[in-house]
């Protein structure tokens, strides 16, 4: 018997339910990733050479036999099936409102074929939907959920996969060879990708990194925080696993890691339960304000020229590293909608272009949080001062440095005031586009006025 391991956003062996479920379920597995148009397409060259690297380091670990196949899975799997003879289609249940409504069509298409679709899991320590409060219904608010996410607790690691036969050499026409080209990525070099390289950065971060987390998670210009993000987003690493390493440890960098874990399952729980806010404004009122369309100001933050420092730095990483710290996303994402007046959904849309670890739920509620109309939306007259905010959390001004090098020349914090330098703003590096003081105003002013209308 033949069942097929279908991968998407769980690209690892070990702590995978669905693939024990595949393994029980028949004497040979067939391990299988699609890369889906819809999904590729949109995706810039960082998050693709990502993918591709992580795929990579699967097939290693599968000595090889990864069938790596193209196209619309609601094609691409019957097809499959039908070719390696399969029983069944085992997945990690996908969580998504894109991902429902594909593997609902998927499972039509298999049914069709008396091939059955079985998820196993989810990507979440505890599945999205799962969590509601007293009275049945959804948490609109963190802290509540995150208790509540606390007392349900979280299953522990599944056992590993023992001695799986895994098949490529599956059939006619399945030679697993539709690998995409390369993305040419200049001088860019990504950190590693895949299973292993995600358990060694957690242990290197438990290790040397978690006792000062909660003071240093921060401060872009340190490398205080796990940067695991893009290994959770792929499913190289399970958050049941971190849970578990984190159970016995005590201490603040301890709590306040399972805390941000635990937004990142929030998160989806709210696209579960509300599928349209990964586009619409969670909270409505906000959708009256006045927007300017994405025009020369945008492509000046996109590019990370702005002429405010923090902004820059911070879009200039996205493009680089295809990541930026956690306070800087907070900084560029405020700077577009509060000072350019920008709406919040072309900011998501470019973060998930570049970002290795983009995320609709992550990214898109994060968007939300910053331009006041998420779910415990920071008030919209809490407006980021991007001067201030990069003296504060980069007071040396190492990190604009590293990203902007046309602010090299300036010493310390003076990086983030280049227009006050002595000899005026460096050569190369451009003026303010904006006026910080007016565009706050402006956004205020604006705010009032829905509020009272
Ligand atoms: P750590 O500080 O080491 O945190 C550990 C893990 O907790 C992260 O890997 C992540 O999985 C989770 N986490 C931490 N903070 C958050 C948060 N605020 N929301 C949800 N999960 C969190 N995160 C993404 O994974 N993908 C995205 O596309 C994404 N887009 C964002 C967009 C904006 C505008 C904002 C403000 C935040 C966004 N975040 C996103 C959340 C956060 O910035 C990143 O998770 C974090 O910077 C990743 O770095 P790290 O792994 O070193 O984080």
């Given at each position: 018997r033949r069942s097929v391991l279908w991968f998407r956003r769980d690209l690892r062996l070990g702590d995978h339910p669905a693939l024990l479920t595949a393994a029980a379920a028949a004497d040979e597995v067939v391990p299988l990733f699609v890369i889906d148009p819809a999904l590729?397409?949109?995706?810039?060259d960082v998050r693709r050479a990502y993918l591709l690297a992580s795929l990579r380091a699967l097939d290693e670990s599968l000595d090889g036999r990864l069938v790596v196949e193209r196209g619309d899975p609601t094609t691409v799997l019957p097809r499959l099936a039908r070719r390696v003879g399969a029983d069944s289609v085992h997945v990690t249940a996908d969580t998504g409102p894109y991902g429902r409504r594909r593997d609902e069509a998927v499972e039509e298409k298999l049914a069709g074929r008396d091939v059955p679709l079985h998820r196993t899991g989810t990507a979440y320590a505890v599945g999205p939907g799962t969590i509601l409060n007293g009275s049945g219904r959804p948490f609109q608010v963190f802290t509540p959920f995150s208790r509540a996410w606390a007392r349900h607790g979280w299953p522990t690691p599944a056992d590993s996969p023992g001695r799986t036969t895994f098949v490529a050499d599956a059939g006619e026409g399945v030679d697993g060879t539709h690998w995409p080209a390369e993305p040419d990525l200049g001088d860019l070099g990504l950190p590693p990708a895949g299973e292993q390289a995600a358990k060694d950065r957690w242990a290197e971060f438990l290790e040397d990194r978690l006792g000062d987390y909660d003071g240093d998670r921060d401060r872009p210009d340190r490398a205080g925080t796990s940067q695991l993000s893009a290994h959770l987003k792929w499913g190289e690493i399970h958050p049941r696993t971190l849970l578990a390493d984190l159970a016995p440890r005590r201490g603040k960098g301890a709590d306040t890691y399972r805390t941000e874990i635990a937004w990142r399952e929030f998160y989806a729980d709210v696209l579960w339960h509300r599928p349209d806010s990964a586009r619409e404004y969670y909270k409505p009122e906000l959708a009256g304000l006045r927007y300017e369309r994405p025009g020369a100001a945008f492509d000046a933050w996109a590019a990370g020229r702005t002429g405010y420092p923090i902004v820059d730095a911070g879009m200039r990483q996205l493009h680089a590293e295809g990541w930026i710290h956690n306070r800087v996303r907070m900084i560029t994402a405020s700077f577009l909608v509060k000072d350019l007046h920008v709406e919040w959904q072309h900011g998501a849309r470019e973060f998930m272009r570049w970002l290795r670890d983009g995320d609709l739920a992550s990214n898109n509620h994060g968007w939300q949080w910053v331009a006041g109309s998420g779910t415990d939306a920071s008030p919209f007259f809490r407006v980021f001062n991007p001067v201030t905010q990069g003296e504060r959390f980069d007071p040396d001004g190492d990190y604009v440095r590293r990203y902007v090098p046309e602010l090299r020349g300036l010493a310390g914090k003076q990086a983030h005031r280049p227009w006050e330098a002595a000899d005026g703003v460096p050569e190369g590096y451009p003026e303010r586009i904006v006026d910080h003081a007016e565009e706050r105003t402006r956004a205020l002013e604006d705010y009032r006025r829905v509020r009272e209308s």
């Open positions: 590729w397409k949109p995706a810039g």
